[in-house]
């Protein structure tokens, strides 16, 4: 019984060790911003010689953002005292940080001209100089994008500027590619949105100009506004609702990838890039490959330049791309900074 109770404090005291030690030097931040989106839009409409008028409004733009990180600054990077969730640190996308073991697991809740979603952006990433390896959790709500990643690759030149790597990468996400509304094209390329609406439990009355939804309550009292507002609605949440159905898919594929770092203080660079050139096919009905009919290119990359020509003048360039399933997004920045003495 004591040897049992010497093990377990020996236990629980190299777990806390260690997880101090992982957790020393790390960040943990809470931020919130605003700010007035779009002015108010005036609408006008004619009903039967009568102007009325409608006033859009859209709510003001915010984010709360919460997170913890633990990644060396490289050196081209500035010396914030505080984060308040609205940098741009693309170096943290890159595959080699400047630490063995680092980390990063954060969320942001936004609103942006009166759309409201969430950014997520996880990582744990272990690189040494013949291998890495890097699990990954992220969801881009303004892009629609949401998938699990882990990488295991073996570096070639792991100590020099430039270094290459190769091995394997899995992804599980949504069945991207699938169309639910494939079904209900007709051959004229028209959907059939109707009877679609009618099988959602929607009524139809075109006598008597009555539209109702699965509740019984009138949602429209003409055809166009049944077309142009109800049926878009009626069409977005079923695709939503036949998406959610089916579960998620694995993908196993090869990555090949680069890593380049070069810093002085007037000139630096850093790069790198990832390519997925073949996908194994384990014959899922949901499988990507079932929708571009074999094999496909993914592939991400990164960029950031900096060059002060002279004391006074100097330009930028930084950005990320990333296109997984034929779906892209990205964003970058350019910019040129002269000192007035």
């Known amino acids: 019984m004591r040897l049992l109770i010497v ?3 020996l236990t629980a005291t190299t777990a806390s060790a260690q997880f101090k ?6 960040t943990f931040y809470v931020a919130a911003n605003g700010g007035t989106s779009l002015a108010d839009q005036d609408v006008f409409a004619v009903n039967n010689s009568l102007l009325s008028k409608d006033v859009v409004e859209t ?3 915010y984010s709360l953002t919460a997170g913890i990180r633990k990644i060396q600054r490289f050196q081209y990077e500035g010396s914030t005292p505080f984060k308040d969730g609205t940098e741009s640190a693309y170096g943290d996308e890159a595959t080699v940080g400047r630490n063995a073991f680092e980390y990063l697991f954060e969320i942001d809740y936004r609103r942006q001209e009166g759309v409201e979603y969430i950014d997520q952006n996880h990582f744990l990433r272990y690189v040494r100089d013949r291998w890495l390896a890097k699990v990954a959790y992220v969801k881009d709500g303004f892009a629609d994008i949401e998938y699990y ?3 295991q690759r073996i570096r070639i030149n792991g100590k020099k500027k430039l270094s290459f790597n190769v091995g394997a990468l899995q992804r599980l996400a949504e069945p991207y590619g699938y169309n639910p509304l494939e ?5 004229t390329g028209h959907i059939h949105y109707t009877q679609l609406a009618i099988e959602e439990g929607y009524s139809v009355d075109v006598y008597n100009n009555e539209y109702k939804d699965p509740s019984g309550n009138v949602v429209a009292t003409s055809a166009d506004v049944w077309n142009q ?3 878009p609605e009626v069409i977005s949440n079923y695709v939503e609702k036949k998406k959610n159905e089916l ?3 694995t993908q196993h594929s090869l990555v090949v990838g680069f890593d380049f770092y070069y810093y002085k203080k007037d000139f630096w660079v850093h790069s790198w890039g ?5 996908h194994y096919d384990q014959g899922d009905q949901y499988s990507y490959h079932n929708f571009v009919g074999g094999q496909w290119y993914d592939y991400s990359g990164g960029l950031i330049f900096g060059h002060k020509i002279t004391k006074k003048i100097g330009y930028f360039i930084e950005g990320k791309y990333n296109k997984y399933w034929n779906r892209e997004w990205y964003d970058f920045k350019f910019g040129i900074n002269y000192i007035i003495l």
């Open 7 to 9: 093990v377990i404090l």
């Open 21 to 26: 030690k992982a957790v020393k030097f790390s």
């Open 59 to 61: 709510p003001y733009d």
């Open 149 to 151: 990643q882990a990488s």
């Open 183 to 187: 079904e209900w094209v007709l051959q």
């Open 229 to 231: 507002v109800i049926i």
């Open 247 to 249: 579960p998620n898919v």
């Open 274 to 278: 990832n390519f997925l050139p073949y």
